[in-house]
């Protein structure tokens, strides 16, 4: 059969798809393909609340090329970026998109954080990532002016890449595939087995849940997402003002492998030039990008409310990390911080903060953690991505082949899977699962 030219559809009054996708970023793109590929007579459509896909966190991320190492080997984690780091390092081949195949150094600050490098060698081995355990004089040979105590850790593998143009390519392979992209098209509800959008209402087969910081409130109208909630964390970098060149490789410290967070590092640009963050500072709104924009009370007033009881009754210690990443804004901190992986750091070469992300990061209501793994609920009428934070935007592609397998195992279980639901009724998830590894890094 001859494929469907897909098409940018701004407005609709009511649109038939077998499945629809919520939500244009790395995740719902990479999806959308995926279905598509597996099931060409099917139409598949996307929907995204912006003007464009991925102007939030898949658009706003650092661009690095993850490889695989910091992760456990049970987790999802660990075999997406692996996977993932392959699969996207080809996808940018293949598009003629730059990348800079520069590695990454992890280094060690004193004596005390060697037995996490020894952690990072493992795990690494385990996952099946290739890492060089190297002494501090060969970390110089990589980057003369590193700073690490006696070794180091070097990655090949990890690259950088521009996530605008990634997303781009993606978007026009999708509708050259035959997918059709409802862009202004923000969700609003369900009702009577449909989706509603300000584009008009849509009527699916199959439903994938990919609406990132809003994907734990669309899942709630399906009858999921009962113990989670997204809290959003504030991501900036400050971009350095020497040359390009003037640092050779992504440098990393030790993290700590209790948090999802990695520390402040040096990320180069697919151009060579340099930056040092990001921040990880709690949001109080889901959108909270610049000043008021995009204020949303009701989100105001559930945020406050679950960061003022992780204060209190965590399982991490939530105190410490707001109080240790609000701390970053202040430029001086922050340059200080990055000066402990490098000689020769100076503030006035750190002037510009770059353009903020925002990280949809989920919470256990009942734990009081924070998930560090992918968590996916599904029945066999949609299914929900509630927490696809980083990597993800390395894990997309393999992410969504795991994805279409889940779906493609609820199409055999259920042979009219493409009848759209008949009532408004949230379903009960009968066929309900989770994946996720709250335990891994």
């Not at 090949?156 to 202004?184: C, R, W, Y």
């Not at 151009?271 to 990001?278: E, L, W």
């Not at 070469?349 to 256990?364: C, D, E, V, Y």
């Amino acid at each position: 059969m001859e494929q469907r030219q897909g098409a940018l559809e701004l407005v609709a009054e009511m649109t038939k798809s077998d499945f629809l996708v919520v939500g244009g970023g790395v995740v719902g793109l990479s999806i959308a393909r995926e279905l598509k590929r597996r099931y060409n007579d099917s139409s598949v459509t996307l929907v995204e609340k912006e003007s464009e896909c991925g102007l939030h966190a898949s658009g706003r991320n650092s661009g690095v090329i993850h490889a695989g190492f910091y992760y456990t080997a049970d987790s999802l984690k660990a075999k997406f970026t692996r996977d993932g780091n392959r699969m996207l390092l080809q996808f940018c081949e293949e598009k003629n998109i730059p990348v800079n195949k520069c590695g990454k150094l992890v280094v060690a600050k004193d004596e005390t954080e060697l037995p996490q490098l020894d952690e990072l060698l493992r795990r690494g081995a385990a996952n099946g990532v290739l890492l060089e355990s190297i002494s501090a004089s060969d970390a110089l040979k990589i980057e003369p002016r590193v700073k690490t105590f006696e070794r180091a850790i070097f990655s090949p593998a990890t690259s950088t890449a521009d996530p605008i143009q990634v997303l781009q390519a993606m978007k026009q392979d999708a509708l050259s595939e035959g997918i059709s992209i409802h862009q202004n098209a923000a969700y609003i509800g369900r009702e009577n087995g449909l989706v509603k959008t300000l584009a008009g209402n849509f009527e699916a087969g199959f439903v994938v849940n990919a609406a990132g910081l809003y994907a734990d409130r669309v899942a709630r109208d399906f009858g999921f997402s009962h113990d989670y909630r997204i809290l959003p964390f504030k991501g900036i970098y400050l971009y350095s003002e020497e040359p390009a060149g003037a640092i050779r490789t992504n440098i990393y410290p030790v993290p700590d492998l209790r948090n999802p967070f990695l520390g402040v590092h040096f990320t180069l640009l697919v151009d060579g030039r340099a930056k040092i963050g990001p921040t990880a500072i709690p949001a109080f709104w889901r959108e909270q990008y610049k000043g008021l924009t995009n204020f949303k009370f009701d989100e105001f007033a559930e945020i406050i409310f679950r960061d003022l009881g992780l204060l209190f009754f965590s399982g991490f210690d939530f105190k410490r990390l707001a109080v240790e990443e609000t701390l970053k804004y202040y430029r001086p901190r922050l340059v200080n911080l990055a000066s402990t992986l490098l000689e020769n750091v100076k503030l006035e070469n750190f002037r510009h903060w770059g353009k903020p992300g925002i990280r949809a990061q989920l919470l256990n209501i009942k734990t009081k953690k924070l998930e560090m793994d992918f968590v996916v609920q599904a029945d066999s009428k949609s299914l929900h991505v509630l927490n696809a934070v980083s990597p993800a935007w390395t894990c997309a592609l393999p992410f969504a082949k795991y994805i279409c397998d889940k779906i493609e195992a609820s199409r055999q279980a259920d042979p009219i899977l493409n009848h759209p639901r008949p009532d408004s009724a949230p379903p009960t998830p009968d066929k309900a699962y989770s994946s996720l590894s709250s335990h891994a890094r």
